[in-house]
């Protein structure tokens, strides 16, 4: 399981973080390149954007509740959701999300392969 | 200004956590789904209902997510809740089912219509698993029907501790379920059942079958009852045996009136046994005075009469005779009804049996213009079984036929056909073209005492006890005699048996009679054996006596048992002859004591009942033989032939003919006239077998000489024709034996009977 770190590292798969508010505060080249985002248009940005109409009320609830509770129920395991793209389509993706607790603060940290 | 945003959406984030981990807490599964039923946010508890993470149902279609049953019928996707709360924009609820791998689970679905906030309206479902409470419902409504069963049901642990009884329990046994909780169901212990019947009833339970049967209980109130009871163990989980039920039915009623069935029954066949005896015994004390009736008639025959005395004479002895055949009819249905008639089974010639009986009863037709004729198809005619009592029957329905015709035929046929194994078929058939009988009388002609119409009793005579003899005995001899009638247009008889294959020539046992004629045969004859006459009734020993003196024996009268055995003590007697009933000391006590002091002299028993089982007591009480009452002169001649008395030989004389004819006729039941017809034919027909058989034996054709002798002794047995039979028998069983030496003797005397025969009949002729 990889740490923040290394996925800030990483530079052979999408990578995607945000802060424990849910507002995107790192993506890499392999991110915005595959998924047609420019950076200025995600940093600063909600998690939100990246997340197709359908799954955006669970998204917020679950986001929620691991705000409060620090659980969550889609941690560390290899899921298959749907990603928005800077182009307005929606595609496939293999989430994996993690995080982590830096000075009193969640991270949270994903990488997105495109099935 | 960022932050106060900031710590206010943190603020709302903290919310809607706390409100999502709220909904998850909920036993109830919650969903929304857009206007597409797809869905959009799930709580915790839709994980646990499905058994799968959420994130992977998010976006799905409810419909394809959690297909339904409803009433056991798949559901299509149109007809799923959540579809029709969007087409309706109404809200629903219902009952379904999920079949989830291999469970089948009960939901209850509350659906509610929304459009709010989101795009396009929503539903949000509330699923509530209701399985468990669907089976507790199940069991409470199980539960209730074995509360409400007729039937008394009790659980027990697996020790027979009682856990649950329904009321039919309490109803049957007093006990209520509190009462009997806890307890072991020996408190219904009758004592009526012994330790064996309680140890073989757990040994079957634990070890796991069901055991069912009888049982005498008793209620709370002490009273007894009886169950039909069954127990069944039921295993646990584990295989083991945890608990017993026990289903009761209360068969008390059912018993009681089963006794009281039996009872019934027993006082029927007593009260029917006692009628039978009843009969039996009155036929007996008719036929001791009948037996003084027809003695003296006869003796008085021999004095010098006056035609008209001698008419009366006669008059008083045929009426007596014609008595006698009603009280033998009524005798022969009463043993059969108190199931105290014999068979014998015995090899016979059919044919011969059917041929004598039809020439025996042709003399009947009389001048009538009725022909009577015999009509036998079939190859093998030696059968095993009781001949008299088929001739009897044989004899009955052509002699009704007789009765009944008055023009036309009577055919009376007969077919065998052999059988698989040594079985015979053998279907009877006696029709006539006489008076016939009608429909609704046809029922009724084999009960007793009936005749088809009362007023044929008048016209036509009899005792209306031949056909119901008749169909007994065709019964006990495993057959029916079914007919078929029309008033005017004829009878016709029928009965089908099956008999035993006889072996031409392999007599097996004979008759008793027979066996005594055969006897006669042999025996040293002796003229004047000194008797001693046992007899306590004063004209039946005045009348044997009579009967003996003029045979030629000297007599000497004992009046009771005791007088007998002090006599025999002090005289030596070639034989005894002994009255069976007598008062203070009965015949066979006083055998027995005759016996016990070395007193061998024979001793022959004199019976008026002749039921089953009788020839062995006698036997066993140590006598000899015995005689049936009433007694006739042929009879005793011939028992006594066997002790060395001499009996009819073919030496008799014409005169001796005659009164032999009289006595055989009176034994038949026939007339002496048509005796006599029969005893021509008989000369006339046995003529040439008599040839043939001479000619055999000089030809030394053992197999000739076999069948030709077997073929006159049984003629002549049945015409109860001694002297032919006994040497006719000897000559047969020279050939058997294969050794023909002996026959040319035995022939000679054959020859000669059949001579005296010829001569005693020629006048008649």
Known sequence: MPTIDQLMAASDVPVVIADQRGVITFVNELFLHTFHWEREDLIGQALLVLIPETLRDAHQMGFSRFYVS?????????????????????????????????????????????? | MKDRYTAQIDALRSTLGKIEVALG???????????????????????RLMGRPRIGILGKSLTELLPLREHGVDLPPEAHPVSLILRDGADRAGYYELVRGDDLVSLELTGHFVHIGSPGPSAIMVIRDVTQARGIEQIRLQSAALEAAANAIVMTDHLGYVTWVNGAFSRLTGYSLDEAYGKKLSILKSGRHDDAFYRGLWETILSGSVWQGEMINCRRDGTLYTEYQMITPVRAGDGAIGHFIAIKQDISDRKAAEEELRQAKTAAEGANRAKSEFLANMSHEIRTPMNSIMGFAALLLDEELSPEQRDAVETIGQSAERLLSLINEILDLSRIESDGMAFEEITFDLKELVTESVALLRPGIGTRPVELRCDLQGDWWHVVGDPLRLRQVILNLVNNAIKFTDEGEIVLSLRTAEEAGDTLSLACAVSDTGIGIA????????????????????????????LAISQRLVGLMGGEITVESRRGSGSTFRFDLRLGKGIPGEGGGKPRQTEAADAIASAPTKQGLAILLAEDDPANQKVATAMLHRMGHRVSPAGTGAEAVGMAADHDYDLILMDVQMPEMDGMEATRRLRRAGITVPIVAMTASAMKGDRERFLAAGMDDYVAKPISRDILRRVLGRYGGGGETGRAAPSGVTETMQGIAEELGIDVSDYRDILIDFIGDKRQDLEDLRAAIDGGDVAAVQHLAHKIKGSA?????????????????????????????????????????????????
Do not use: K
């Not at chain 1, 994996?96 to 392969?113: L, N, P, T």
């Not at chain 2, 084999?446 to 005792?463: K, L, N, P, V, W």
């Open chain 2, 439 to 466: 429909e609704d009388q046809v029922e009724t002609i084999f009960e007793a005492f009936s005749q088809a119409d009362g007023s044929t009793t008048r016209r036509y005579g009899g005792t209306g006890l031949g």
């Open chain 1, 70 to 115: 620090g659980e969550g129920t889609i941690l560390n395991q290899p899921l298959a959701l749907e990603i928005v793209t800077g182009d307005g389509a929606t595609v496939s993706a293999e989430h994996f999300i993690i995080a982590e607790e830096r000075a009193g603060e969640w991270v949270v940290g994903a990488s997105v392969r495109p099935l």
């Open chain 2, 25 to 47: 807490s909920i036993a109830d599964a919650i969903i929304w789904t857009d206007g597409e039923g797809r869905v959009q946010w799930c709580s915790a508890s839709f994980d």
């Open chain 2, 717 to 765: 047995l049945n015409l109860r024709l001694d002297a032919v039979s006994g040497p006719a028998a000897s000559i047969e069983e020279a050939a058997r034996g294969g050794d023909l030496s002996p026959a040319q003797g035995e022939m000679e005397r054959l020859r000669r009977a059949f001579d005296a025969l010829e001569q005693a009949w020629g006048g008649s002729l």
